[in-house]
């Protein structure tokens, strides 16, 4: 089994910055891709970003390309989330995924427990 821990949601204000981390441990391999899901209240989870193992291959939704960045540490197997210019529409709760490799929340095995990131305006 794989359990993954987010950390870094919190109370920003509109143009701030978060930086969510995601730490992975049990059954760890620095194979694992990586990435990030988030689910507003009333919607759907929807993808975020996802960093592939050996880092070359980096997915984004467009609306946040541009201002988030994904990151990872192999020799730490976390993964990072850098939100810069931080909307309203950013806020909900960040997950991290583990396992697969996609932009579907059906490609994906492991999950985090989830991190709250509200944006004030």
């Known amino acids: 089994q794989v359990q993954l821990v987010e950390s870094g949601g919190g109370l920003v204000q509109v143009g701030g910055s978060l930086r969510l981390s995601c730490a992975a441990s049990?059954?760890?391999?620095?194979?694992?891709?990586m990435g990030w899901f988030r689910q507003a209240p009333g919607k759907e989870r929807e993808f975020v970003a996802a960093?592939?193992?050996?880092?070359?291959?980096?997915l984004y939704a467009a609306s946040v390309k541009g201002r988030f960045t994904i990151s990872r540490d192999n020799n730490k197997i976390t993964v990072y989330l850098q939100m810069n210019n931080l909307k309203p529409e950013d806020t909900a709760v960040y997950y991290c995924?583990?396992?697969?490799?996609?932009?579907?929340?059906?490609?994906?095995?492991?999950w985090g427990q989830g991190t709250q990131v509200t944006v004030s305006s």
């Open positions: 049990g059954r760890t391999s620095s194979n694992f891709h």
């Open positions: 960093k592939s193992a050996n880092t070359v291959d980096t």
């Open positions: 995924a583990a396992g697969g490799w996609g932009i579907s929340v059906r490609d994906y095995t492991y």
